[in-house]
């Protein structure tokens, strides 16, 4: 008999959305889970080709292997792209080795938003939390 140990998903912050493990977006879609213990499925871009999204929650990470990052930055771009998207920010955390952003679309509201990136940056060591160019 073979068992595939892996991570417990309960128990880790960031986690590869298994249902796309050998597929050709297997590494397009990524969980952050929060201090609440709620977890929220991310679009993956590369830091260079990040999409203005109003509003969306993101975390901006380092890659660390196939399955695993870090946290840097954890917030929301502002309403009103492209003046809402803080490419300073963005080049900044790049040269400190940044090169994904994760983005989490599937909010239904400013307030739900809001909690998200709460939660999110409460659940992780991560250094910025809502970063100039950001809203809650």
């Not at 709620?38 to 969306?56: G, K, N, Q, W």
């Not at 492209?82 to 955390?93: F, I, M």
């Amino acid at each position: 008999m073979f068992v595939l140990m892996l991570d417990d998903p309960a128990r880790s912050r960031n986690y590869p959305c298994l249902v796309t493990n050998g597929t050709p977006v297997s590494r397009r879609f990524h969980y952050w889970t929060g201090a609440s213990g709620a977890r929220y499925l991310h679009s993956v871009f590369a830091i260079e080709e990040t999409p203005v999204f109003d509003r969306a929650v993101f975390v901006i990470a380092r890659r660390i292997d196939a399955d695993r990052h870090d946290a840097l930055a954890v917030g929301r771009f502002g309403e009103g792209a492209p003046a809402g998207y803080d490419a300073g920010l963005l080049a900044r955390l790049a040269r400190e080795g940044a090169d994904e952003v994760h983005l989490h679309l599937l909010a239904d509201s400013d307030w739900e938003a809001a909690r998200i990136v709460a939660d999110l940056a409460a659940g992780q060591d991560c250094a910025e939390f809502v970063a100039a160019g950001c809203i809650l």
